[in-house]
């Protein structure tokens, strides 16, 4: 079955300093993984994904995300954070044809 | 860019009472989705649907859930008896069927399901 896990509540990161959100999984056979961010109020926005091919893969809004396989992780990273990055970032792995497995979430706090 | 669209934004119904949830998905979308979040917890699957059928659906859905299509835009969710435990978040999701099953599933903003 596969899972996924964002070990840290929060994180906290002042402007300008480089961000990284963390993921690791659990899936049998290829990994599909994706990131997710939520404001407030709003639904989730797709920022990236991983399918197959390069390990480093680039989304939107300047993130990027790193697919590990030996340590079964693929952390989001950017690195130089804005203000207006602080929101829910969510981890997620695509489950049998279609569903998607979610992290909890990680409240990122970008600091002035 | 296109966009998942839900109604209402909220919703506060009685307890035992009906509640239908609406979606528009993105248009030239084939896939269906609906997930909830209860305050607090992870966003979880409740059911796909794609070609006027469910092709997965949780145990979280169980025989009070049904999905439908019923015309070439709407997606609903309907709830026949709710309970307290179903208040959440319920976001609805549609993906095209490009590359296969690997396109991203886009959300809407979600139905905050108040249940009194």
């Known amino acids: 079955a596969q899972s996924v896990a964002q070990p840290e509540d929060q994180v906290n990161v002042a402007e300008g300093n480089p961000l990284t959100v963390k993921c690791t999984y659990s899936?049998?056979?290829?990994?599909?993984l994706f990131w997710y961010v939520q404001y407030p109020n709003r639904g989730l926005q797709f920022l990236l994904k991983?399918?197959?091919?390069?390990?480093l893969v680039k989304g939107s809004y300047g993130f990027e995300a790193e697919f590990n396989k030996s340590q079964t992780s693929f952390h989001l990273k950017k690195p130089s954070a804005l203000v207006s990055d602080s929101a829910l970032y969510f981890c997620?792995?695509?489950?049998?044809?279609?569903?998607?497995?979610f992290g909890k979430g990680n409240q990122v706090v970008v600091i002035p | 860019e296109p966009e998942v669209t839900q109604t209402p934004s909220h919703q506060v119904t009685q307890m035992g009472q009906e509640v239908i949830l609406r979606c528009v998905p993105i248009?030239?979308?084939?896939?269906f989705y609906w997930y909830r979040q209860i305050l607090g917890q992870k966003v979880e699957f409740l059911v796909s649907?794609?070609?006027?059928?469910?092709?997965?659906k949780s145990e979280i859905f169980d025989d009070q859930f049904s999905v439908e299509r019923p015309d070439g835009s709407n997606f609903t969710l309907k709830i026949r008896s709710t309970k307290l435990e179903d208040s959440a978040m319920y976001f609805c999701?549609?993906?095209?069927?490009?590359?296969?099953?690997?396109?991203?599933?886009?959300f809407g903003d979600g139905t905050r399901l108040s249940i009194l």
């Open positions: 999701a549609s993906r095209d069927s490009g590359t296969g099953n690997l396109s991203p599933q886009h």
């Open positions: 899936v049998s056979g290829n990994p599909y």
């Open positions: 991983y399918i197959t091919g390069d390990n």
């Open positions: 997620a792995a695509r489950r049998g044809n279609n569903r998607l497995a």
């Open positions: 248009s030239n979308h084939l896939y």
């Open positions: 649907f794609y070609n006027n059928e469910i092709s997965e």
